[in-house]
């Protein structure tokens, strides 16, 4: 079967390995259909893993596809359900995996497609366990977005940073994967929604999504902007994934008691922050990796419901590394899928 291998940093090969074997009890065989892309697989296509890796690896952290076969014992699956999968090798029986925290695994084996071999491959055996069905309506391409592009964002906004309707968010990177299901999620619940984008096109795109302020952060300085039209009094959340360019401009836009969330570092890793702000403003400042299943099972309903991603384009498998260029050079307003 054809495979997508990563055999060392920038080095992507569309190859054929070995199919699996049929599932084994308690495993659901799936043939995979899309894959979403995101910065991980740029980060790892760059060498980027922050851990040793065995390669060659298939890439892909983010997937979904359509059951062809349903080993011993399992239940909730049928052949010809269209489903997505986690994107972790947790051990499913450690407190955190029990209490459904799957993000907070004890003894995880790897990120897919980042540490260990990934979802751009035509079959995949994966446990049950791990497999999220999706509803009628959602095609393959829109349920690839729901274990980071949607998930991640579900346990961001309402788990980690309790966002309630009628607050006011600030959205960095309006345009990005995340960002757009941000700013959709937001919208949904009543929120004042405050966006930063690179470019007046990607502007208008954040306006039609719902946003009601937009501010070109290559022309103005956001956290000028967001005080100014917050009247100096801040917002209540905001959505932070860009990280060292943009850290202590984040805490100048909360207002006093405001809660900032965060999952990336796209900018570095390393900043400095005013500790007397930090206390005195009373901020609560949250860290989120990843998302639970259950994030992943609320994201499929809503787009039932229908809340679709934003999709920004299209490739086939063979085109994989022309979609990481699209994210490289910041060209997308959206997520990038890849098909097989």
Request: with cysteine.
């Amino acid at each position: 079967m054809l495979s997508l291998q990563l055999h060392g940093d920038r080095d992507l090969r569309l190859e054929q390995i070995e199919p699996p074997p049929p599932p084994a009890p308690g495993e659901v065989q799936i043939r995979v259909r899309a894959v979403g892309l995101n910065y991980l697989d740029l980060w790892g296509f760059r060498g980027m893993a922050f851990a040793k890796r065995k390669m060659p690896q298939a890439a892909g952290v983010e997937a979904a596809g359509e059951v062809v076969a349903v080993g011993e014992g399992v239940s909730r699956f049928r052949e010809g359900d269209t489903v997505t999968m986690y994107g972790a090798e947790t051990c499913g029986h450690c407190k955190a995996c029990r209490e459904g925290r799957d993000n907070l695994c004890e003894n995880v084996a790897g990120i897919m497609g980042f540490h260990i071999d990934g979802f751009a491959r035509e079959l995949i055996n994966r446990p049950e366990r791990l497999v999220i069905k999706a509803p009628k309506g959602v095609s393959f391409e829109e349920a690839a977005c729901a274990p980071i592009g949607f998930g991640t964002v579900q346990h961001m906004l309402f788990d980690n940073a309790r966002l309630e309707p009628g607050e006011s968010i600030l959205v960095h990177a309006g345009g990005s994967g995340i960002g757009t299901a941000a700013i959709l999620m937001a919208k949904a619940i009543g929120c004042t929604v405050y966006t930063t984008v690179g470019d007046d096109e990607k502007g208008e795109k954040a306006k039609a999504l719902g946003a009601d302020f937009v501010v070109n952060y290559k022309t103005e300085r956001f956290e000028g902007e967001v005080r100014r039209l917050t009247k100096r009094k801040g917002v209540d959340v905001v959505f932070e994934h860009v990280g060292a360019d943009t850290w202590n401009g984040s805490l100048l836009c909360l207002k006093r008691g405001g809660r900032l969330v965060t999952c990336g570092a796209t900018s570095g890793a390393s900043t400095t922050m005013n500790l007397m702000q930090l206390f005195q403003q009373q901020y609560r400042i949250t860290g989120s990796f990843g998302c639970r299943i259950e994030n992943i099972a609320q994201s499929l309903e809503k787009m039932a419901a229908g809340m679709k991603p934003v999709i920004d384009s299209v490739f086939p498998l063979a085109q994989f590394e022309q979609g990481l260029a699209r994210i490289e050079g910041r060209k997308v307003f959206g997520k990038v899928i890849v098909t097989l």
